[in-house]
């Protein structure tokens, strides 16, 4: 079983970062392949809304966009983390999820079978802010509930943790990492998954 983590941060060793590292180590502890990916080596431009993808079903854009595919596609298990910047995710993972137009289009306007189809695929959401709102949090479960969607993965939990904004600071929190690191292990498993996704905040 591939386990992919897509850190999304452009702060490498945050505190999205890092609760990334601990969940895919919790995924390796149940025997998944963890795979980490830091979304900033790779060059991806957002969505320019060509529409090419609702003939072809694939994006025109030429960047890393496609070797990035490939690894979401192949995998089994998704842990994707963010930082909160002005309540939404951060523009790098925005661009990574618009550009998801393509399989959005293969699936509902192409009506064509998932490239992922008959797999038992699950995905997972970190998400940290520093500041105690947790309303920032709705719009992330938007936005990755559709990402889910067209990725054809089941949507398994959020780990959303908020008041943590120097870098690094997550791991003088109390629980944060284990939880994270439990959620990964969780998320690896084969049972069948929960009905309702689920949710843990922490202060
Ligand atoms: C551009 C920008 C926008 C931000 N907007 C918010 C926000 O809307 N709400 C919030 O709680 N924190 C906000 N923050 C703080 C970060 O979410 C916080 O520092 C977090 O720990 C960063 O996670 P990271 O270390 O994984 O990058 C913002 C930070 C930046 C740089």
Redesign the pocket.
């Known amino acids: 079983m591939k386990a992919l983590g897509i850190s999304t941060?452009p702060?490498i060793k945050?505190?999205?970062?890092l609760l990334l590292r601990r969940a895919l180590a919790g995924a390796a502890s149940v025997g998944a392949e963890p795979e980490y990916v830091h979304l900033s080596d790779y060059r991806i431009g957002p969505c320019i809304e060509c529409n090419a993808c609702y003939t072809t079903g694939e994006c025109k854009v030429r960047d890393d966009y496609q070797v990035l595919l490939k690894k979401i596609l192949d995998a089994d298990r998704l842990v994707f983390a963010t930082?909160?910047?002005?309540?939404s995710v951060c523009a790098q993972a925005k661009n990574l999820i618009d550009r998801g137009q393509c399989l959005w289009a293969l699936k509902y306007v192409l009506k064509k079978e998932s490239l992922t189809v008959g797999r038992d695929r699950r995905a997972m959401v970190i998400a940290?802010?520093?500041?105690k709102?947790k309303k920032?949090f709705e719009s992330i479960r938007l936005t990755m509930k559709t990402y889910f969607d067209a990725l054809d993965m089941k949507y398994i939990a959020n780990l959303f943790v908020?008041q943590?904004?120097d870098?690094g600071q997550v791991e003088e929190h109390p629980s944060a990492l284990d939880q994270a690191y439990q959620l990964g292990a969780q998320l690896a498993g084969t049972d069948d998954p929960p009905e309702k996704t689920i949710d843990i905040e922490l202060p």
Request: proline share 5%.
């Open positions: 941060s702060r945050g505190n999205s970062d930082p909160i910047f002005f309540m940290v802010g520093g500041s709102s920032q908020d943590v904004d870098r």
